[in-house]
């Protein structure tokens, strides 16, 4: 079993690695969201075999191709849109350490997957649905209006079942056999991981105040610093790096090993909760917190593109994401052609998303058991139940906004000086999410005491998620500010040490003079440590 | 704020590993995975009744019974709507001997012709 998971994460890596290298930057976070794009490709390739024809393979290669195709042709027609050499600093002892530290933590998080346990979902639902699209058009445009298939869901999203029926198909396994439920369990693990190394990779480069400036500058720079390396913090003096980034891979890795617990066995066992909720997470952090770099809105888009194909809460939440970070990104870079740039991204974006439930309602499949036919209960009953389940599951999201509430009094200047993004944004993602699975269950039809007692604990995973990375989030700015040498000026009259250049460098206003003092160059004044 | 922070990542990191936790997902999982043979049980046991691609109904006692036959052969067999004719029916019902599963054994009723 471990050559054929090992096969299809090769599999899936090699059809994402381009377009992730491409859009992500060579950095140690493209090794993270390599298989996740590969499973996105996979998911694309499910959603063509239904609306045209062929199977999942056949697609999967196809398109694998085009996107290696068009990222080289690319590479080859605008050289400066090459990736390399890569960021200073990105693959520095420093943050390689923190990496390690942050793999070391979900592999011992995904320890559930050294035994078989496919959980009810999984085999019902999310595995499952790979054998369709691995059989071809013919056999997938069936099973969408079949009744009998209604236990299976046709109309929910084919992500998880795609990169299984990759591995089936790589592997040359009979769909539906032991083994192959036992190799979809286990690839959906393996993504689940990558996307928590993705979301701890994230935290690794909030401490980061150079990010900002050169993220502005545009260029090399702007790719260079965005990595986060450890050259990319010449602010703070050398002791005080090596603090910021333990700590930071402390927290990091801390914030791994609760989203991962807070997942339970829902992490190994092949359900669809935990690869959105963490895709979608780290897709939060890249493309709302931190610096908007086209690296950093590159792996924001992989987690969108994850997150929106493997569960419909995960698309309406994807699709929140992509209006904000379209939003921000319109705000912050100020040329009006960026704005349309922003419009027309964001529109794209959310067709995307939206192409699998278009397709589904086109081709007239079955709709959702949960909230079709006669309801059960009244509106008014069924709200007082899901208010009450679900507020059980969320004693973390008060404590978090406490943080978030004294954070934004207290360090507010803090995480502008190091160019984080404000998180009102990650608890209007946060908000959107618990009302679409809050009108989920209100405005559903099964029974719904019945539907909370399955469900509830793991539909608040993002909620509970997005709570965590908030803390974390803040600890690493209130760390940042008690650092000596590190970044000052929360406090009214606080001067800059004498001699401390990282301080005043820190109160350069972002995307003002910076350039011109650096001569618009790459941190001429504050070159790479 | 930086201790409140590394308090409240620890704790949920400590309590989600901790070993009530833990024992509660042990015995969910050994729950699953009892659910699970059983599936595989009568996936292979219907492997030797139907081919593939054999168009066929199914059939059982009870809606739990219908959900596990449709879990097991979901995958890989021709499941086609009651309304349209087929050859074959895949039916579960209670019985014990060679080839049960869990106290349940699998047949197929052949009509002949459509």
Redesign the interface.
């Known amino acids: 079993m471990t050559a054929n998971v090992v096969r299809t994460v090769v599999v899936l890596s090699l059809a994402g690695v381009l377009p992730s290298v491409a859009i992500a930057g060579v950095r140690p976070v493209t090794l993270a969201v390599a298989p996740l794009s590969g499973a996105a490709i996979a998911a694309l390739a499910a959603t063509c075999c239904l609306a045209t024809a062929g199977d999942l393979w056949t697609w999967f290669l196809a398109l694998g191709a085009l996107g290696a195709v068009a990222v080289i042709a690319w590479w080859a027609l605008s050289p400066g849109s090459r990736p390399w050499p890569g960021a200073p600093g990105a693959w520095s002892w420093p943050q390689v350490g923190g990496m390690a530290l942050i793999a070391a933590a979900v592999v011992w998080s995904l320890r ?1 997957l050294s ?6 979902d999984a ?2 639902l999310w ?2 649905r ?2 369709w699209f691995v059989h071809g058009h013919d056999a997938a445009r069936a099973v969408m209006s ?4 209604k ?2 869901e046709p109309s929910f999203p084919p992500l998880l079942g795609a990169a299984s029926g990759v591995g089936w198909v790589v592997n040359g396994m ?5 083994a ?2 036992r190799l979809g369990q286990i690839v959906i693990g393996v993504l689940n991981g990558c996307a928590l190394v993705a979301l701890g990779a994230a935290i690794l480069q909030v401490p980061n105040p150079v990010t900002y400036r050169a993220g502005r500058s545009g260029g090399a720079a702007s790719r260079g610093a965005a990595s986060g390396g450890a050259g990319s913090l010449p602010a703070i003096r050398g002791g005080s790096r090596r603090i910021v980034h333990m700590s930071a891979a ?2 990091a890795a ?2 791994c ?2 989203a ?3 997942a ?2 829902y992490l190994t ?1 092949g359900f669809a909760d935990a690869p959105w909720v963490f895709a979608a997470a780290f897709a939060v952090v890249f493309g709302l917190f931190l610096p908007v770099t086209p690296p950093n809105l590159g792996v924001a888009a992989i987690g969108v593109a994850v997150a929106g194909q493997i569960k419909l809460e995960g698309t309406a939440t994807a699709g929140a994401i992509v209006v904000l970070v379209a939003l921000r990104y319109a705000m912050e870079v100020p040329p009006r052609r960026r704005r349309r740039v922003a419009a027309v991204a964001g529109c794209a974006g959310l067709v995307l998303l939206a192409a699998w439930p278009i397709l589904t309602t086109v081709l007239h499949a079955l709709p959702d058991a949960d909230t079709s036919g006669p309801r059960s209960g009244t509106i008014d009953q069924r709200l007082h139940a899901t208010v009450h389940a679900l507020a059980g599951y969320l004693h ?1 999201v008060p ?2 906004a406490a ?1 978030a509430i ?2 934004a009094l ?2 507010r200047v803090s995480r502008r000086q190091l160019g984080l993004g404000g998180d009102l944004t990650l608890w209007l993602v946060m908000a959107c999410n618990l009302m679409v699975v809050g009108g989920t269950y209100v405005f559903g039809t099964t029974l719904i005491r019945l539907w909370l007692g399955v469900s509830a604990d793991r539909v608040v995973l993002f909620a509970v998620v997005m709570a ?1 990375v908030d ?2 989030v ?2 690493m700015v ?2 940042n500010l ?1 650092l000596p040498g590190a970044l000052h000026g929360d406090r009214a009259g606080e001067r800059p040490a004498a001699g401390d250049p990282g301080a005043s460098a820190a109160r350069l206003p972002a995307g003002g003079p910076a350039p011109a003092l650096d001569g618009g160059g790459p941190c001429v004044l504050h070159p790479p440590l | 704020m930086v201790v409140s922070g590394l308090v409240v990542l620890g704790t949920v990191a400590l309590h989600a590993n901790s070993a009530p936790t833990l024992a509660t997902q042990a015995l969910a999982r050994t729950a699953d995975q009892a659910n699970e043979r059983f599936f595989d049980c009568l996936s292979d046991q219907a492997r030797r009744l139907v081919s593939p691609s054999e168009p066929i109904h199914i059939r059982a006692d009870g809606l739990e019974q219908i959900v596990y036959l449709e879990g097991s052969v979901g995958a890989w067999a021709s499941l086609i709507p009651g309304a349209e004719p087929a050859r074959a029916t895949l039916v579960m019902a209670a019985g014990g001997g060679p080839g049960s599963c869990s106290g349940y054994v699998l047949s197929v009723e052949r009509t002949g012709r459509l």
């Open positions: 559930g035994g078989p346990d496919v959980g009810f085999r019902m595995v499952l790979g054998a079949n009744p009998t298939y236990f299976a009979a769909a539906g056999s032991a192959s439920y402390v927290v801390l914030l090993l609760a991962a617990g807070s339970g066995r066992n973390l404590v978090a943080m004294v954070g207290v360090l965590l803390v974390a803040w600890s209130a760390m008690l």
